[in-house]
């Protein structure tokens, strides 16, 4: 992704023990059409999914959340398959700090 605004390196540890950098890059949302108005955002998660599509939205900032928290809920399944999300000092990377709302609510499985 060439325009990113933010983003994060996360050290994945798949269920087979294999350690991998999840390289979580968001872009600049962009304006597709005025009629009606909609924008879309890029997000990349590599190498979990090489090219995601990018996400569209009613507003810029629709589809930076939606973009965002389509990373979110992609990386909640990683984990929820068997691995681990780690920082670079191997403390636990906590999707829930990042999270507007809870990403995986849609799963069935929010701790309300």
């Not at 023990?17 to 009629?35: F, S």
């Not at 990386?75 to 709302?101: I, M, N, Q, S, V």
Request: aromatic fraction near 6%; proline fraction near 6%.
């Amino acid at each position: 992704m060439n325009d990113a605004i933010a983003g994060d390196d996360i050290i994945g540890v798949r269920a087979n023990g294999e350690r991998i950098t999840i390289r979580l890059r968001v872009g600049r949302p962009y304006k597709m059409d005025t009629d009606p108005e909609t924008w879309a955002c890029p997000v990349s998660l590599e190498p979990l999914y090489p090219r995601l599509a990018d996400i569209v939205g009613n507003s810029s900032l629709q589809s930076l959340c939606l973009a965002t928290r389509l990373a979110l809920y992609l990386l909640g399944g990683f984990k929820e398959d068997g691995g681990r999300l780690l920082h670079d000092d191997g403390t636990e990377f906590p999707l829930e700090a990042y999270a507007l709302a809870d990403p995986n609510a849609q799963r069935g499985q929010s701790e309300a």
